[in-house]
């Protein structure tokens, strides 16, 4: 027989992994279970560091394109804006890891395997890392989701461009603080219904090439070492074939927290017998300890270590780089003049306009003499960043942003106001050490841009954070510190205000929602966030975003953020009226929707139909439109969801012009979650509603027009089971 050669590159990427494990040794193929992986020089395998981030740009590793925060991506509801975000960011990645190794430098965040995206679901807004994600809505995190891995990972048929990872699986989302010994304990239904759906979709559809489990239990389970999690559903159900890597240092929680196993060898074994392949962490390495003792057999830590070696070969790690089509990516491309230009006009794509009474905006620039920037975050470049950020080569705050718009035509001074979340900017100043400066640049202003919210120095990840603000968890919804106070006494001056609020998740700001003229949601922006910012305020370009979560107007109605059930949650399963709805954005122009259709109205169990609607821009100025598709189930054996987005199509439409808008919907668009955590297609009326928003009684009193249409379908014949 032949011998396989895992150098022969005319050998699949299994039998040629299988190969080169085949001939390593037992410590060798531990050391290969970590994330900081040594060299294997006998056998030619280099060092390889498999931690690197690219949530919204290469992250940690210098100078590269910063695009705006996944949770302001998630507000353009655009997939292949998505996917071209994700591919310029792996095209950075080559850039830059081609030129590392050629300096001999393999360090952490220089790698490939890049541990992004982030799609738990924002199921509560105290959440520090909602920011990261794509939103509270299982559909709309799946698709986007979908592109952005599908983007990461390249198209070619043989080669992966970057390997993207699927993370934190699953049921995560806080609180922080109790992160390492936390047991989010969830029903079937609201497992498969919203915290399991993304995740599949990202695994069967994108093909992902690694998945992360999540530092809490579920159920009982740690997920980095969850049979049922692990094993069951993502192996055996949905048949996903890549690696698995572990939170970072979560295996050391199970024996020290969870207290589900008495001592490291015990933990390194629970993992590895579930599935887990890589460690990020030290504690793999008790792995020759767990052997010894019986814990873990050879076999499993080779399937592990197959795996691993199989994604490396998959970036062509050791192959020819001729061979590699993405290896002629040179260093000049990261960073590049195109790719700033880029974000930049994707910035502009994130912005949600929240209020604009009395179409105060779009600013005139040759009716105003005089402009205020006011506000903690008015000149920060925190504000821009989010967090797993890398380093922008330019950055352009908001001040400055409106200073480059204006040039010298305008006078634009500029205070600061108040600290973020303290009482005072100096530590031996007095309590509201910055308000009378910021009043008296108000009084001598013609409108006031007022720049307040969050940084991710207050929500973010926890031992990232400061635990002054509940290890990276907000404790509540209102602006912080004396921002709120700052923005009443400057209101009080009657200056037209226009509030920018930068942050990562929903603020209540009902106050802001009553007086202030207007209100745009700019999340954390990227780089040149300034720039995209002074676009829509001087008109530029409409805004176009929509909000991926929903602004709720109290904490107090929130459940307790320890509840992982989605009863009460959500646009989908929320009592009270919300004060700024999912799905909701403001454009300069308007949309009309008309002729709403089916193909049939009235189908059997298990077929497709095909709905349609007349889409007009009726207003003024050139825009994109999000259409949003959403459908209620009437009459449900169980309990269902209100309603539940199900279809988004983006579509530029210039004033006066009408197009018609096309979706399909399947059988498992249409089907429920029962209690059992079963997909279930049950006969009945459903309704259909397309527009602009979401089809809720505050969306419409917010929007003005025809703004949404609705059609009811009927499904004939027997309930049928479908595959989840």
């Known amino acids: 027989m032949e011998k396989i050669d895992y150098r022969n590159e005319t050998l699949s990427f299994e039998k040629r992994a299988q190969d080169l494990v085949a001939k390593m040794t037992l410590e060798e193929k531990v050391t290969q279970m970590v994330y900081n992986s040594p060299a294997i020089p006998r056998l ?35 997939e292949k804006l998505i996917y071209d975000v994700a591919e310029v960011i792996s095209i950075e990645a080559r850039a830059k890891f081609h030129e590392f190794q050629k300096k001999g430098d393999h360090g952490i965040y220089k790698g490939l395997t890049f541990w992004s995206p982030n799609i738990n679901i924002f199921r509560d807004p105290r959440w520090g890392r909602g920011h990261e994600t794509f939103g ?15 983007g990461l990972q390249g198209q070619d048929a043989k080669y992966l461009r970057t390997a993207a990872c699927a993370k934190h699986f699953a049921v995560h989302s806080g609180p922080e603080g109790e992160r390492h010994s936390f047991d989010a304990v969830v029903s079937p239904k609201d497992l498969r219904e919203t915290y399991l759906p993304a995740f599949k979709e990202c695994v069967k559809e994108a093909k992902v090439e690694a998945v992360m489990g999540a530092y809490n239990r579920v159920n009982g389970e740690p997920c980095c070492g969850s049979k049922m999690l692990l094993h069951e559903t993502l192996r055996q159900e949905w048949g996903f ?18 207290r589900v196993t008495s001592s490291a060898p015990e933990s390194v074994a629970l993992a590895l017998n579930n599935g887990c392949d890589l460690n990020c962490g030290n504690m793999y390495l008790n792995l020759l300890i767990a052997y010894q003792e019986g814990l873990v057999s050879e076999e499993d830590i080779d399937t592990a270590v197959t795996r691993l070696m199989i994604t490396r070969m998959k970036l062509g790690l050791f192959d020819a780089a001729e061979k590699v089509p993405y290896t002629t990516i040179g260093f000049e491309q990261n960073d590049c003049q195109e790719h700033r230009d880029f974000a930049l006009e994707v910035a502009k794509k994130t912005l949600v306009l929240l209020k604009n009474e009395n179409n105060l905006l779009p600013l005139d620039r040759n009716t105003i003499r005089s402009i205020a920037v006011i506000g903690p975050n008015a000149n920060s470049r925190e504000a821009l960043s989010g967090n797993y950020f890398g380093t922008a080569s330019n950055y352009v705050t908001v001040l400055e942003g409106i200073r480059g718009a204006v040039g010298n035509n305008m006078a634009v001074s500029y205070a600061q106001g108040c600290h973020l979340y303290r009482e005072k900017v100096e530590n031996l100043g007095e309590v509201q050490d910055r308000f009378a400066e910021a009043v008296s640049t108000a009084e001598r202003a013609d409108v006031v841009i007022m720049c307040m919210g969050l940084d991710a120095s207050i929500e973010g990840e926890e031992g990232d954070v400061s635990n002054e603000y509940a290890s990276g968890d907000k404790l509540g919804l209102q602006l912080p510190g004396l921002q709120q106070e700052l923005l009443e006494v400057i209101y009080k001056t009657g200056k037209p205000i226009i509030l920018i609020l930068l ?53 107090e109605e929130l459940p307790e953020f320890t509840d992982y059930s989605m009863r009460n949650r959500t646009y989908r399963y929320m009592k009270n009226e919300a004060l700024y709805p999912f799905g909701y954005g403001l454009s300069y122009t308007t949309f009309t929707y008309h002729q709403l259709t089916l193909t049939n109205k009235k189908i059997s169990v298990g077929e497709n139909v095909e709905c349609s609607i007349l889409v007009k821009n009726t207003g003024l100025f050139a825009s994109d439109e999000t259409v949003q598709l959403y459908i209620k189930d009437v009459k449900a054996s169980v309990e269902v969801p209100i309603w539940e987005l199900r279809g988004i199509k983006k579509v530029h439409l210039l004033p006066g012009i009408i197009k018609r808008v096309t979706f399909s919907l399947t059988p498992r668009q249409l089907a429920l979650i029962n209690y059992e955590g079963k997909c279930i297609l049950e006969p009945g009326e459903f309704e259909i509603y397309v527009g602009g928003c979401q089809p809720d009684t505050r969306s419409l009193q917010l929007l003005t027009g025809k703004v949404m249409e609705k059609i009811t379908l009927e499904v004939i014949g027997e309930a049928i089971e479908l595959e989840y």
């Open 136 to 150: 509270e809505d299982p559909y709309l995190t799946g698709r986007l989701g979908v592109s952005f891995v599908k």
């Open 503 to 555: 942050s990562g998740s929903a603020l209540a700001v009902t106050w802001a929602a009553e007086k202030i003229p207007g209100i745009i949601q700019a999340w954390y922006p990227g780089a040149e966030g300034g720039k995209a910012l002074a676009s829509v305020i001087f008109g530029e370009c409409s805004p176009v975003g929509k909000l991926p979560i929903t602004f709720y107007r109290t904490t």
């Open 44 to 78: 030619g395998v280099p060092a390889y560091n498999w931690w690197s981030e690219a949530l919204h740009g290469v992250a940690r590793a210098g100078v590269a394109t910063v695009f705006p925060q996944a949770i302001g991506l998630a507000a353009t509801f655009d």
């Open 241 to 258: 074939t890549g690696h698995v890597v572990s939170d970072c240092w979560a295996i050391k929680d199970f024996h020290e927290n969870h």
